[in-house]
């Protein structure tokens, strides 16, 4: 019998920043930031999302939290994970649909534009669901982007230090 998990306060904030939040209204945009690799096109965006090495980085960031959890916290984490992955997509893939479909289908854009943003915005909520043991890191930097009309979309250089984010 599955556990019914109760999403911590500051997941369900996100999340709803993210509802409320334009997705994708700035991409394109000059961006003034160094810690960034910015990109300028939907094409070269699509290229990010479906290059192994960002796909990649996407699952070392996410298997860098679940191995620490899982040797500094395992109570928690054998107990917990499955539960709390299962109500947080009960949440966000609805509201991913309705920020992914209409442009997905306008600009003919590949399965791999969606799978990135399903990763992205489930772990961005993993790591907020255990960031009382594991502060928020690389999924984090992720949700900014989201939250500022971007599409982070892949990763350039050495991971977790020495690379950047790659931007739309």
Known sequence: MSKVVELKPVTLELIDKLMKTEWFAHVGE?????????ISSWQEAVKYCRS???SNVQMEGKNLL????????????????????AAVKLI?????????????????????????????VLCICMELEY?????????????????????PCGWVGDFPVGGKLVVF
């Open 30 to 38: 000059k961006i003034d930031d160094p810690s960034v690799f910015q």
């Open 66 to 85: 679940t191995e620490r959890l899982c040797f500094d916290f395992p109570d928690r984490y054998h107990k917990l994970w499955n539960e709390t992955v």
């Open 92 to 120: 966000i893939q609805p509201m991913i649909d309705r920020k992914t479909n209409e442009l997905k289908t306008q600009l003919k854009l590949p399965k791999a534009f969606r799978d990135a943003i399903d990763w992205d």
């Open 131 to 151: 960031s009382d043991l594991i502060p928020p890191r690389y999924f984090a930097e992720r949700a900014r982007w989201y939250l500022a009309g971007h599409f």
């Open 52 to 54: 192994r090495y960002s």
